[in-house]
């Protein structure tokens, strides 16, 4: 059982508490959010290098440049931020960008998304773990530990699956960092693969 020293029983009282604080931290964010958006776009505004920023990142962004790929598949990577990173690839190939380029571009934001994913879920596990019972806990390490490494590649080859978000599960539990780090490129190298050759019979 020593692969589960990280889990720790909850009394009721604490399994309240935690969905109680998050509701009042993300309200809070969200306040504070819509009460500066009028600050913080007239500062942009007025900070000539803030705007020339803003304004080269949203072209990047708007005509899918390889630079554009790299920060769109790092921020719709992040698991609650679901995006069609497949569909924006592609779009990006259309657009004639060097396939190469777009490649490594797409998969360097994609596999830092999946970092952050994973360590986010790695800190906050023992707040996590006040959402879920410690008997579910125990099923879905066993479950990974048994069917995982399949698990893992069929999530992130499969355009339709949420991998970002079974990234961050596997940092809750704790899952051996390498080795998913490991499948994981492996299965979006694979897949992206297959749509640059689609692309390239498709064109020509």
């Known amino acids: 059982m020593k692969d589960y020293y990280f889990i720790q029983e909850n009394s009721p ?7 109680v604080f998050s509701i009042i931290v993300l309200g809070l964010f969200l306040f504070l959010a819509i009460f500066f958006y009028n600050f913080w776009y007239n500062l942009i505004q007025a900070t000539p290098i803030l705007l020339k920023i803003i304004t080269y ?5 708007l005509n899918v440049t390889p630079l554009g790929l790299l920060y769109a598949h790092f921020i719709g990577g992040i698991f609650f931020m679901p995006s069609a990173d497949e569909l924006v690839f592609y779009y990006g190939l259309l657009n004639n960008n060097p396939l190469l380029f777009s490649f490594a571009a797409s998969l360097t934001g994609y596999m830092l998304a999946q970092i952050l994913n994973y360590f986010i879920g790695y800190k906050i596990s023992s707040f996590m773990l006040h959402f879920i019972s410690k008997k579910k806990v125990y099923q879905t390490k066993r479950w990974i530990n048994k069917y995982g490494v399949y698990g893992i590649f069929v999530f992130n080859i499969i355009p339709i699956l949420p991998a970002p978000l079974l990234i961050f599960a596997l940092g809750v539990t704790k899952y051996n960092f390498k080795r998913l780090f490991i499948i994981t490129l492996i299965a979006k190298i694979l897949e992206y693969l297959i749509l640059i050759a689609t692309f390239l019979l498709i064109s020509g």
């Open 57 to 61: 990142l949203k072209y990047n962004f």
């Open 13 to 19: 009282t604490d399994k309240i508490k935690a969905p």
